[in-house]
């Protein structure tokens, strides 16, 4: 099974900072990433796929970026409505995986 | 606008089963592949399994082991998973998600709003 592993688990940051995840594949998945952001109390949203794609509706402050095993999602100016968790998942190959989390928190 | 809707949850004994629901409404549902993710309440997000528009490509995470079964009916807009022999590491909320395609491409969107399935004596 492809590992997903993300950093920071946690991030503190301001209204009108950018900040950026990363996530790490443990095998090379192409372009094959998709990022997913989950608000406390709601079902997971797809923000971003095939890598580096933003999903219709999503703000263009989120942007991604990478190919092969190493993987970022920016956010440019954090708005309120930014806090909650973000997730990686490879769409490569089955078993899916996803990464273990990225808790984004008011500072 | 694209829904789906979860039905089916509840606490259940270990060993026991239960068939979970997923009623799909504002697109052409045998158009779409359907997925199962489940989300223990306060941890990540495992795949559960995976059927494409005919049924005929179906696919389940590793921890199932034979205890899950997956199945659509495009006639009554619903993909169901049927879940035999549970053990309370199955506690957790399921949802479904549509995929972007007829075959499964391993997107997922949009999710429903989870149901909670609880394993315990």
């Known amino acids: 099974d492809i590992q997903m592993t993300q950093s920071p688990s946690s991030l503190s940051a301001s209204v009108g900072d950018g900040v950026t995840i990363t996530c790490r594949a443990s095998?090379?998945?192409?372009?094959?990433l998709n990022w997913y952001q989950q608000i406390p109390g709601k079902a997971p949203k797809l923000l971003i796929f095939?890598?580096?794609s933003l999903q219709s509706g999503v703000p263009s402050r989120f942007s991604g970026r990478g190919s092969g095993t190493d993987f970022t999602l920016t956010i440019s100016s954090l708005q309120p409505e930014d806090f909650g968790t973000y997730y990686c998942q490879q769409s490569y190959n089955t078993p899916r995986t996803f990464g273990q989390g990225t808790k984004l928190e008011i500072k | 606008e694209v829904q789906l809707v979860e039905s089916g949850g509840g606490l259940v004994q270990p060993g026991r089963s239960l068939r979970l629901s997923c009623a799909a409404s504002g697109f052409t549902f045998d158009d779409y592949a359907i997925h199962w993710v489940r989300q223990v309440p306060g941890k990540g997000l495992e795949w559960v399994s995976s059927?494409?528009?005919?049924?005929?490509?179906?696919g389940y995470g590793d921890f199932v082991k034979g205890r899950f079964t997956v199945s659509r009916d495009n006639a009554k807009n619903s993909v169901y998973l049927q879940m035999n022999s549970l053990r309370p590491e199955d506690t957790a909320l399921y949802y479904c998600a549509k995929d972007r395609t007829a075959a499964d491409t391993g997107w997922f969107d949009p999710w429903g709003q989870g149901t909670l399935v609880t394993v315990s004596s």
């Open positions: 095939a890598a580096s």
């Open positions: 059927i494409s528009w005919n049924s005929g490509s179906i």
């Open positions: 095998q090379k998945i192409t372009n094959s």
